[in-house]
C-alpha cells in the first residue's frame, strides 16, 4: 500500500487510504507526487474543460512488456477497482467522477502504449496562508526591506520576501483585456514584492496562494480585471496590481495612480508681465497644509517659476504678501497670513536667491478679492501674492545652473566641453517628425545623485526624474523636441544673448544627468 505521509498534511486527511495504483507487472517512472491543494482540468461532453480543486495525488508508470492488446481498458480496469468504483465511471477521454464517504473525487487517467499516468484529485477548499496587510518593515529572515507600508502587501505562511522594490514614481506597460483595451499604461507610486518559500514540503502552492490571496480581495471590494488563476490583474480604488503565483514563489506589483492635477502656475515670463502691469501677481500653484504655514510638495513648481524669474533678472527684488479668508479671529489670521508669506520666501531663499532681494507680509483678512460668503470666495482670498519693489530691468543669460537641482541632490560631475558635441532626438507628439540631429557648439555637463539618510535614494526612479524635468522645463523657456528611453530633449530658442541652446536629462534610478550645448 502506498500511504498519504499524513504529516505533511495538516489541513485535509483523506477518509481512506490511497490504494496502490501499479499494474501488474508495470514500475513507477516517478515518484508519488502530493500537492495539498491544485488544479485538475476535467473534460465535460458538451460542456468542455471544466477545473476543478483540491487535494491531488499524481504518479507515472512503465507497462510491463506482457501487457498486450487492449491495454488502456486493462489500465482503466485495474484502477477502478482499485479504487472500488466501477469501470463505467470512466469516459473515452480516460476522466472519471466518483463520490465517497468524504467528498467528490476527480481523476484523470492517461494510457499509452508502454506508459500510463493518474492524477487523483479530492476535491477540499482552499488553505488560509494570507494574512493583510502585512506590516512594515518587511523580512525575510534577517533581512530589512525598508520600503513604504502597503494594504495589499500580504504575510503568507511559509513565505518571506526575498526581493522588494519600492520608486514614488514609476511607469508601467501591462496587457489585460479590460473595456475593451489590451494594453494599459499605469503611473504612479510603484511597489514590486518578490516571495520565496521557506519551508520545506511538496507543495508547489501555485493555487493556494492565489485563490486566498483572492479571497481576501473579493471582501475588500477590489475588481479582478482579468483573471488567469495564478495570475490575475485586479483593480481597488486607484491602485492596479499584477499578482503571479510559480511553484513555490510568487510576486506582486502595485501601482498607486497619480490623480490628475491641474497646474495654474504662471512662467517666469507671465509673473513679470504681470508685475510690470499691475506691481503684483498672485503666485498661483502654493498649497499649505491646513491651518498651517507648512507648504505641501505640490508647491515646488510656483516656487521654482518664482527663483527662475529672479535669476533671470538680477536686479529684481520682491516681497511677499500673505493673505487669509475670515473665517478665525483677526489676530490668529495675521500670524497665519504672515508665517505662510515667510515660508515661501524662506523655500525661494533656499533655492539659492540671496535673502537681501525678498521680504514678506501679512495681511491676515484684510483686502479681500472675492466674497467670505461663499466657500469658492474664501478659497480666492487665501493667496500668496509677490510685490514687485525695484529693478526688473536687466536680463541675465540663461545658462545650464538655471535649472535647478532636485531636493537632497549632490553634485557629483561637472565638465565643459569647447566645440564638442551633442545628440537631440526628436519625437512624437513633440515633434512633427522623428529623427536625430547631432549639433556642435559648447557642451556643458552636469551630473547629480540624489541622497536621503546619507544613502543614494533609489526610490526616485528615472520615471520620477523626467516627469518632475518634463513638468518645469518651461519656467526655463525650454521647449520639449522629445522624450525617448527615459531621456527629456529639449531647446531654448534664445538664451538672452541671441544664441539657441539645446539639451539633454538623462534619469536613473536615484541619478541624473544634464547636458547644454550652446550654439555658436
Known amino acids: 500500500m502506498r500511504y498519504l505521509f499524513l504529516f505533511l498534511v495538516p489541513f485535509f486527511l483523506w477518509a481512506f487510504e490511497l490504494p496502490d495504483l501499479t499494474y501488474p507487472g508495470a514500475s513507477p517512472s516517478s515518484k508519488l507526487k502530493h500537492e495539498r491543494y491544485d488544479k ?14 483540491g487535494e491531488t495525488h499524481t504518479q507515472d508508470f512503465k507497462n510491463p512488456d506482457s501487457i498486450g492488446k487492449d491495454y488502456e481498458q486493462k489500465v482503466k480496469a485495474f484502477v477502478a477497482k482499485q479504487l472500488g468504483i466501477d469501470v463505467t465511471a470512466f469516459t473515452k477521454n480516460g476522466y472519471a467522477r466518483f463520490e465517497k464517504p468524504d467528498g467528490t473525487y476527480y481523476l484523470k487517467l492517461d494510457t499509452y502504449a508502454n506508459s500510463y499516468s493518474y492524477t487523483l484529485l479530492h476535491v477540499t477548499p482552499c488553505p488560509k496562508i494570507i494574512t493583510l496587510p502585512a506590516k512594515a518593515p518587511y523580512r525575510m529572515e534577517k533581512r530589512v526591506f525598508d520600503i513604504p507600508e502597503n494594504p495589499l502587501i500580504p504575510d503568507a505562511a511559509g513565505f518571506a520576501i526575498r526581493r522588494a522594490k519600492y520608486v514614488d514614481y514609476d511607469e508601467v506597460t501591462w496587457y489585460y483585456k479590460h473595456n475593451g483595451e489590451n494594453k494599459h499604461v499605469h503611473k504612479g507610486r510603484y511597489w514590486k514584492i518578490d516571495f520565496a518559500k521557506t519551508v520545506q514540503d511538496e507543495d508547489s502552492y501555485r493555487y493556494i496562494l492565489a485563490h486566498d490571496y483572492k479571497r481576501h480581495l473579493a471582501s475588500m471590494g477590489a475588481e479582478i ?3 488567469e488563476d495564478n495570475s490575475f490583474y485586479f483593480k481597488m480604488g486607484n491602485t492596479i496590481a499584477k499578482f503571479a503565483g510559480y511553484n513555490g514563489t510568487f ?5 498607486q495612480e497619480e490623480a490628475f492635477k491641474q497646474s495654474l502656475v504662471l512662467t517666469p515670463d507671465a509673473i513679470k508681465v504681470e508685475l510690470d ?14 491651518d498651517k504655514a507648512t507648504l505641501k510638495s505640490e508647491s515646488q513648481k510656483a516656487i521654482l517659476s518664482t527663483v527662475a524669474l529672479l535669476e533671470r533678472y538680477p536686479d529684481l527684488t520682491l516681497s511677499i504678501h500673505g493673505h487669509t479668508d475670515n473665517k478665525g ?3 490668529y489670521n495675521t500670524k497665519l497670513s504672515s508665517d505662510r508669506a515667510a515660508a515661501v520666501m524662506h523655500a525661494i531663499i533656499a533655492q539659492g536667491i540671496d535673502a537681501s532681494r525678498l521680504s514678506s507680509k501679512g495681511h ?14 474664501r478659497a480666492q482670498n487665501r493667496r500668496v501674492e509677490l510685490h514687485k519693489e525695484s529693478g526688473g530691468d536687466k536680463k541675465s543669460v540663461i545658462t545650464i545652473d538655471f535649472i535647478k537641482p532636485i531636493e537632497g541632490s549632490v553634485l557629483t560631475g561637472n565638465r ?19 529623427r536625430y540631429v547631432e549639433y556642435k557648439g559648447t557642451h556643458k555637463y552636469i551630473s547629480y545623485e540624489i541622497m536621503k539618510d546619507g544613502k543614494l535614494n533609489k526610490s526616485f526612479s528615472r520615471k520620477a526624474i523626467i516627469k518632475n524635468y518634463a513638468n518645469i522645463l518651461e519656467l526655463y523657456n525650454a521647449k520639449i523636441v522629445g522624450e525617448y528611453s527615459d531621456t527629456l530633449y529639449f531647446e531654448i530658442a534664445d538664451r538672452g544673448d541671441g544664441k539657441k541652446v539645446y539639451g539633454r536629462i538623462e534619469g536613473y534610478n536615484g541619478s541624473y544627468s544634464i547636458r547644454f550645448l550652446i550654439m555658436e
Do not use: M
Open 364 to 377: 491676515g483678512e484684510e483686502d479681500p478679492v472675492a466674497t467670505n460668503d461663499t466657500e469658492e470666495g
Open 329 to 331: 479671529s483677526d489676530t
Open 251 to 255: 510576486s506582486l506589483q502595485i501601482i
Open 225 to 227: 480585471l482579468e483573471d
Open 277 to 290: 502691469k499691475a506691481g503684483k501677481v498672485t503666485l498661483d500653484g502654493i498649497y499649505f497644509d491646513f
Open 40 to 53: 485538475l482540468e476535467y473534460y465535460v461532453k458538451g460542456e468542455g474543460y471544466k477545473k476543478v480543486y
Open 416 to 434: 565643459t566641453y569647447q566645440d564638442g558635441a551633442l545628440g537631440i532626438r526628436y519625437t512624437k507628439p513633440y515633434s512633427k517628425d522623428k
